[in-house]
């Protein structure tokens, strides 16, 4: 079940139950789209037609099957911000906040300096996306390990004030026109696009990098950063000694202290990496996507990465091919939309997959419950 | 000195009601499922679903009270979800209300596409008929949810019931010991809870105004949970905070501040349910078994 008993395992029983996990997450999603045709069908629609256009609009084309990437990265991002500190025991629902937070403050030095060079401008928003959303982490951190407070009550708090801080108070003390959003980042601080990538000096010398130069391409950078994040934090979790003190914590916290580990500094240090990683998934929005911090920007992107690293188990990888799930799921839902079907069933899918995975996981506990016991007996 | 004058003026004061009213219902509802050891993170979208269903009965039927009732039941239903998937089946209670929030979201914007052909604003429906009080404008929700609290106090704090349920969410194998159906109280405590966030739904919806808007509840559940913490888990506590983070509502809404910016008045209740559960000024402690499923004969 847990993954210091995983780890003791060898190989051959290690690779079954990725299998069975990889089972179960499909079998949830089969049976969530299976339930969306009742909605399709209740919208007078083909359940055909809509799940072709869901297969069109998302891996149907190179080019869609780029932009599922782009709407992936964040998701990807936010879901990695609730998996680490689930690992240590903690439900982080702050992912919307630190996002926010990250995003502001990306979108802030992106438009606030100018002159600087792409090769500062750039690292410093991000920088300051990844501090900001840290030190959204850090006060519920700090709160949990020290004072006790429920870190999902802390952090739906922080979600709440991080929107009046930045979308509301932030965008009105700096905006320059009737757009609800901080003026236009600065050329210097955007992330480079696939789509540019052809045209660039020594990036464009890459043989077949004109594959990317598709008009409508939105992938950006920040994907990329998504991978690299994946497997810093795949060597953190499961290499190092700080990824086995955070296992260790979320596998029975007292027992992680009577073996020296300090409970507190692990809740605390998985709360700021979680939410320099959400606040990264603002950097990209803002410096990649829309080019500036903007109303509606956050999109619930935070509470879908609840249910992307749900659907991931928690696992880096795991989150990365969730993440790009869920991304299909988004963009294929705008062919829906061109087809005259509501893309809202998309939504309704997504939380039916969260449903079915979290109910399944106890069908699994149930039936491994009842196995136990017959070999007892 | 005007400000100062404004903030305290009895109108505003009066006012204050009017926004503490969903925020008091979700509040009391939040009270009963987490006392019986129940956390519900999806108030927010019980009361969603509450204010598109009140709109739609309303309109459906051209009689505003129908369209409460709707609200109750759809809150119900809502509230269903969680309590047979987390209760019954014990999955977790975050992950699923987290769903529950999305699925809110999603389903009463496909509904509005399907029923009326429109996503952003519902076509209008009939609302609650306007009480004066104090020569201030009240729908009667506003006093259901007052007449509500010392109800829910008598319920949790006088009768055997209530006993029940509270040592269900300190303790619960003890309470199965005693021969108290734990889950049974649970599921029903759950149940209360969607019903009464799906009244607050209706009080946006065709209380205080007569059409849903999408995500009309705009974190009002959030706050009501808020209200509860800050309220120490009680129903008069509860009552006393939503009142607060209403008045806090009416004052960014209503009063201009020369050096204060409102959306920051905005952000007090957040604020303030921090400190208090971080233990600062009197610390809020949740009943003992909050969030942790009930498997028989474990412990």
Redesign the interface.
């Known amino acids: 079940m847990s993954d210091l008993q995983t780890t003791k395992t060898d190989t051959g029983s290690k690779f079954i139950n990725l299998l069975i996990e990889l089972g179960f997450a499909l079998f949830s999603i089969l049976v969530a789209l299976l339930v969306g045709t009742v909605f399709i069908l209740l919208a007078g629609e083909s359940p055909l037609d809509a799940y072709h256009a869901l297969y069109i609009g998302s891996i149907g084309s190179w080019r869609e099957f780029l932009n599922t990437l782009w709407r992936a990265t964040p998701l990807i991002f936010t879901g990695f911000a609730l998996a680490l500190p689930f690992k240590a025991g903690l439900f982080n629902i702050g992912g919307e906040g630190q996002l926010l937070v990250g995003g502001f403050a990306a979108g802030f030095v992106g438009f606030y300096f100018t002159g600087l060079p792409s090769i500062i401008h750039v690292p410093l928003a991000i920088l300051a996306a990844m501090a900001a959303g840290a030190i959204w982490g850090l006060i519920p951190g700090l709160l949990k390990a020290y004072k006790g407070a429920h870190e999902v009550i802390t952090t739906i708090m922080l979600n709440y004030i991080a929107i009046q801080l930045t979308i509301r108070y932030g965008i009105d003390r700096f905006r320059t026109g009737g757009r609800q959003a901080l003026p236009t980042i600065e050329e210097s601080a955007r992330l480079v696009r696939f789509v540019d990538m052809a045209e660039m000096p020594i990036i464009g010398q890459i043989p077949l990098i004109d594959v990317f130069a598709l008009p409508g391409l939105r992938l950006h950078l920040n994907f990329i950063l998504a991978l690299i994040s994946a497997a810093v934090l795949w060597y953190l979790l499961f290499k190092t000694t700080v990824g086995y003190e955070i296992r260790a914590v979320g596998f029975n916290s007292s027992a992680a202290e009577y073996g020296g580990i300090s409970s507190s500094k692990t809740i605390i240090l998985s709360m700021v990496i979680a939410g320099a990683l959400a606040g990264l998934a603002g950097a990209g929005e803002a410096l990649g996507t829309h080019h500036t911090f903007m109303s509606g920007m956050d999109a619930d992107l935070g509470f879908t990465g609840i249910a992307v690293a749900l659907l991931g188990r928690n696992h880096p990888f795991g989150i990365v091919l969730a993440g790009i799930l869920f991304g299909g799921l988004t963009q294929g839902g705008l062919e829906m939309q061109f087809v005259g079907i509501p893309s809202e069933i998309v939504t309704i899918i997504q939380a039916l997959v969260i449903f079915f995975v979290a109910g399944l996981q106890m069908l699994k506990w149930f039936l491994l419950k009842r196995r136990e016991k017959g070999e007892t007996e | 000195m005007d400000t100062l004058f404004q903030m305290f003026s009895l109108p505003l004061l009066l006012i204050s009601f009017r926004y503490a009213t969903p925020l008091i219902l979700a509040a009391l509802g939040g009270v009963f499922n987490e006392r019986s050891g129940v956390?519900n993170?999806a108030l927010e979208g019980m009361m969603l679903f509450g204010a598109f269903a009140a709109v739609y009965g309303s309109g459906l039927t051209g009689n505003p009270w129908i369209g409460v009732l709707y609200a109750l039941v759809g809150g119900l239903v809502f509230a269903l979800?969680l309590a047979v998937?987390c209760v019954t089946?014990?999955?977790?209670q975050?992950?699923?209300a987290?769903?529950?929030?999305?699925?809110a979201?999603?389903?009463t914007?496909?509904l509005m596409?399907?029923l009326f052909g429109v996503?952003g604003t519902s076509p209008r429906a009939p609302r609650l008929p306007p009480v004066r009080v104090l020569g201030m404008r009240y729908n009667p929700l506003t006093f259901v949810a007052i007449a509500l609290v010392p109800v829910a106090w008598f319920v949790l704090f006088k009768t055997p019931w209530g006993l029940r349920i509270r040592s269900i969410g300190e303790h619960p194998s003890a309470a199965d010991t005693l021969g108290i159906n734990v889950n049974k109280y649970r599921f029903i405590c759950v149940l209360i809870s969607g019903a009464l966030a799906g009244l607050a739904g209706a009080h946006l919806s065709i209380g205080e105004y007569s059409a849903f808007v999408r995500d009309m509840s705009q974190?009002r559940g959030?706050?009501a949970?808020?209200a509860m913490?800050f309220g120490k888990w009680h129903p008069i506590g509860a009552f006393g905070a939503a009142l607060l983070f209403g008045y806090a509502e009416a004052i960014s809404i209503r009063v201009s501040f020369a050096y204060i910016?409102s959306?920051?008045i905005?952000?007090i209740p957040?604020?303030l349910?921090?400190i208090v559960?971080?233990?600062?000024i009197g610390k809020a402690i949740?009943p003992k078994a909050i969030g942790k499923p009930y498997f028989k004969g474990e412990d």
Not at chain 2, 89 to 92: E, L, R
Not at chain 2, 277 to 280: C, I, P, R, S
């Open positions: 956390i993170i979800i998937v089946f014990k999955a977790d975050i992950v699923v987290t769903g529950i929030n999305i699925f979201s999603g389903l914007i496909y596409q399907v996503s974190g959030f706050i949970l808020a913490i910016p959306e920051l905005r952000a957040y604020v349910t921090i559960l971080a233990g600062f949740p």
